[in-house]
């Protein structure tokens, strides 16, 4: 696996994250192992990769980053230990949260309706064309809020209803920051630079 930071035309930080074949095979799955607090490192050989093709990757692609092979560390440049927006890539991580609130009883379903919740934490109401709007609706982004479409009805990339599906998971559901929750809840994972939240008000 290879993870790059990158500028992007806008000037916007991304991680671009690539599964790629062996270069040389010969390693099995047996041989994984997975960090812990910090990352083993392995020479390329020692893997079962070529030195001179992972240079030859790092030095095409430019910017930040790391190369790992079966759980181990085998190339880094750049300003690899330095943190970035992830952007898009963090809306996994809310649904994962989604579903510990229902773990722990907070929620009852995926197919709970969002409305009573609208109601607690934000003292408003959603319109009656939203009315029907769940959980699984703003996960999968079939909720149509601010759109023409009835919840169900349409996809729709919707960054609107993202940032509803955030505020009310993790403020009205959880009653804490996105970080708080997921950092508490995923903590067997020992991030080795901290949470997983930040930008973006605290929401990216």
């Not at 790391?66 to 300003?79: A, D, P, Q, S, T």
């Not at 994962?96 to 009573?116: H, N």
């Not at 920051?177 to 997921?182: A, G, L, R």
Request: glycine residues 12%; charged residues 20%; hydrophobic residues 40%.
């Amino acid at each position: 696996m290879l993870w790059k930071r990158r500028r992007t035309n806008g000037g916007r930080l991304c991680l671009v994250a690539l599964i790629f074949s062996c270069f040389v095979s010969g390693v099995s799955f047996a041989d994984t192992v997975f960090p812990n607090a910090s990352w083993e490192e392995r020479t390329a050989a020692q893997v079962g990769l070529d030195q001179g093709t992972i240079d030859s990757i790092a030095a095409q692609l430019g910017g930040d980053g790391v190369i790992v092979r079966n759980g181990y560390l085998v190339k880094k440049w750049g300003n690899y230990s330095g943190r970035g927006d992830w952007a898009s890539a963090m809306k996994p991580v809310m649904t994962t949260m989604l579903f510990f609130a229902i773990e722990e009883g907070r929620i009852q379903s995926v197919d709970d309706l969002v409305r009573p919740v609208v109601q607690s934490h934000l003292g408003q109401d959603l319109i009656e064309k939203d009315r029907t709007m769940t959980w699984r609706h703003l996960a999968d982004m079939t909720s149509g809020y601010t759109r023409g479409e009835a919840p169900g009805q349409a996809w729709a990339y919707n960054d609107y209803a993202i940032n509803l599906y955030s505020i009310l998971l993790f403020d009205g559901v959880f009653g804490d920051s996105p970080d708080s929750v997921s950092t508490s809840r995923l903590a067997q994972m020992q991030f080795q630079d901290g949470g997983l939240f930040g930008s973006r008000g605290g929401r990216g």
